[in-house]
């Protein structure tokens, strides 16, 4: 059974940082590209990130580039995204998925 469980969300002020991580199991983590979505409050699912399966391949949403970085460990099945210069506008949940399984999603919330 695959299951992606993310953590590290929170509250922040605007400026600030996060790492968001992403623990899969029930599958070969080494060979299946991952991504993070993100769902704002009332509005519809946007995709922010993915990185191939080897993890040398990255691409990322216009509206978080040159903040955010996704990068995965194969050792520890683990996708990381690293969250720099917070805005109100990334206040979201933030789930991890492959293919179409989902994670459970964590709570970012940039706020002062």
């Known amino acids: 059974e695959v299951q992606l469980v993310e953590s590290g969300g929170g509250l922040v002020q605007p400026g600030g940082s996060l790492r968001l991580s992403c623990a899969a199991s029930?599958?070969?983590?080494?060979?299946?590209?991952m991504s993070w979505v993100r769902q704002a409050p009332g509005k519809g699912l946007e995709w922010v990130s993915g990185?191939?399966?080897?993890?040398?391949?990255?691409s990322r949403a216009d509206s978080v580039k040159g903040r955010f970085t996704i990068s995965r460990a194969i050792a520890s099945n683990t996708v990381y995204l690293q969250m720099n210069s917070l805005k109100a506008e990334d206040t979201a949940v933030y789930y991890c998925?492959?293919?179409?399984?989902w994670g459970q999603g964590t709570q970012v919330t940039v706020s002062s």
């Open positions: 998925t492959m293919l179409n399984d």
């Open positions: 990185i191939n399966s080897g993890g040398g391949i990255t």
């Open positions: 029930g599958f070969t983590f080494s060979s299946y590209a």
